[in-house]
Nanobody, 125 residues
């Protein structure tokens, strides 16, 4: 599956952004989807994941209550609504996909087989 992330930008603390990830090439609904981010000088970290059907979403503690992951299987699209952004949310955000992840592995970047190119989010204080 090919993934294309978009929607990043420069915002102020407290603002909102909505990232999108367009998928093509295979049956999108078969994939577990995730968002990861990587700040300069830091390792890639888990942000959120959603299983094949709605209602099974998981978040990193750092974003819980502020970010919402969603998917539209009919449109082959994954979204990340980010509210109350903080300067520490500044990073390149990547979408990722895998067909066979289990719950205990969703936070591990190495377990995802397909990745988008990333979109920059910068939050100024």
């Amino acid at each position: 599956v090919q993934l294309q992330a978009s929607g990043g930008g420069l915002v102020q603390a407290g603002d909102s952004l909505r990232l999108s990830c367009a998928a093509s090439g295979r049956t999108f609904s078969n994939y577990v989807m995730g968002w990861f981010r990587q700040a300069p000088g830091k390792e890639r970290e888990f942000v959120a994941a959603i299983f094949r059907s709605a209602g099974r979403e998981y978040y990193a503690d750092a974003v819980k209550g502020r970010f919402t992951i969603s998917r539209d299987n009919a449109k082959n699209r994954l979204d990340l609504q980010m509210n109350s952004l903080k300067p520490e949310d500044t990073a390149v955000y990547h979408c990722a996909a895998d067909r066979s992840l289990i719950l205990s592995r969703i936070t591990y970047a190495d377990d995802y087989d397909w990745w988008g190119q990333g979109t920059q989010v910068t939050v100024s204080s």
